[in-house]
């Protein structure tokens, strides 16, 4: 017994030494909420992976903040995609004392939830595309991708200009999200010279459209634009063949995926679908990104993965370049943030917390896989 007591003195020392250590070791929370059930759960996923990758090499770099070594953890919530769902989230994210805020990923939860978090002091960078998630005049509000506003202003003169559609009918879901892209592109179809003949609105839920789309078919349109999810355009695509409309469907980014061709089958071809930012392999180190994800998840990354990977690095090079994770120290960093990520060059934000580079791609579905037909890239006025 006596013999062995010297070894258990060490033991305990030992132990009592990484106890310590790691005790150095500061965790800094992310709280992370968007749809990870349900139809959109694809979505919740492809951003949630770019996130994790984001904190993963983080920490395999051995940040310091304050001389301490920095631990970034991802705190996740199901929102359901559902607004009452994600108010109560938010408050469960605060409550759990996080250091900053990733996502929302849809526009209408994410403009509730922002108010919770404004009014809790946190940092918030969502993938939420609506104008009036950052016209709330929150100083803690900014975006992970190009804003609707300027979505809808280059889907509406491609519309206009380029299909040469004079007459268009527009559908939305009624969702923040559908309804803000759909009256940015309304107003810019006007703007290039065309004509709104029919404006027809639906629901996220909806899967029969046969009804609104006999109405548009009457109007002969020279186009139809939808602002909704993949999972209404598929079959909306598809009753469009039905009942015999040549108008070209055009959309947003939630369509520019393969869970819409899926849903499409035959009818996805001509297809024309917007999505803010350019393609993956023209990225500022897209194809970089692409290999490290695909190595780290077996699988290529969806639209909005490149994204939240960029959202959790500009929260990261806050924190670090304020040397606090403390949100009222890194908030001022983060405002005025200017660094190269991998989905641009020059990531950086305006008064609103939107991101002064514009840039918008064109898709179009031929022999069942979407193709790129242009981009456009500009900078903000403000």
């Known amino acids: 017994m006596t013999l062995r007591t010297p070894f258990k003195l060490l033991a305990a020392g030992i132990a009592a030494a990484c106890v310590a250590g790691a005790a150095q070791a500061a965790d800094i929370k992310f709280g992370f909420a968007a749809p990870l059930t349900g139809p959109q759960s694809h979505y919740g996923e492809d951003m949630q992976n770019g996130l994790n990758l984001a ?5 395999q770099k051995g940040i310091k903040i304050d001389g301490k070594p920095a631990k970034f953890v991802l705190v996740s919530r199901d929102d359901q ?43 918030q960078i969502a993938m939420a595309t609506s104008p009036e998630y950052t016209k709330q005049g929150y100083e803690t ?68 459209f046969t009804s609104i789309l006999t109405n548009i078919k009457g109007s002969a349109p020279d186009a139809i634009f939808f602002g909704g999810l993949d999972a209404q355009s ?21 369509t520019r995926s393969d869970t819409f061709i899926k849903l499409a089958g035959d009818a996805a071809d001509g297809t024309y679908a917007s999505l803010a930012g350019v393609p993956l392999d023209k990225m500022s180190a897209g194809k970089d990104f692409d290999q490290r994800y695909q190595a780290r998840f077996k699988k290529a990354p969806g639209v909005y993965a490149p994204y939240a990977y960029d959202g959790a690095w500009n929260m990261i090079a806050a924190i670090e370049k304020a040397n606090s994770a403390d949100p009222a120290k890194y908030l001022p960093e983060l405002a005025k943030l200017e660094r190269k990520g991998a989905t641009s060059e020059h990531i950086s934000y305006d008064k609103n917390g939107d991101l002064k580079e514009i840039s918008v791609t064109i898709y179009q579905v031929k022999n069942g896989k979407w193709e790129m037909v242009e981009t456009m890239v500009s900078q903000a006025n403000n």
Request: proline share 4%.
């Open 55 to 59: 904190l993963e090499e983080a920490n």
């Open 81 to 123: 995609a559902d607004p009452r769902v994600a108010v109560q989230v938010a408050q469960q994210l605060v409550d759990q004392d996080v250091n900053g805020i990733l996502g929302h990923f849809n526009s209408g939860t994410t403009i509730p939830a922002s108010r919770v978090y404004h009014d809790a002091g946190l940092p």
């Open 234 to 254: 598929g079959p909306m695509k598809r009753q469009i063949a039905t009942l015999g409309i040549k108008a070209p469907l055009v959309s947003g980014e939630m």
């Open 141 to 208: 509000t900014f975006r992970m991708m190009t804003s609707d506003t300027q979505q809808g202003a280059a889907v509406g003169k491609f519309i206009v200009e380029k299909l040469n559609a004079k007459k268009v009918a527009i559908i939305d879901d009624r969702t923040a999200y559908g309804q803000g892209l759909s009256d940015e592109v309304e107003k810019a179809v006007k703007a290039a010279g065309g004509q709104i003949v029919r404006r027809e609105y639906t629901t996220d839920k909806a899967n029969d």
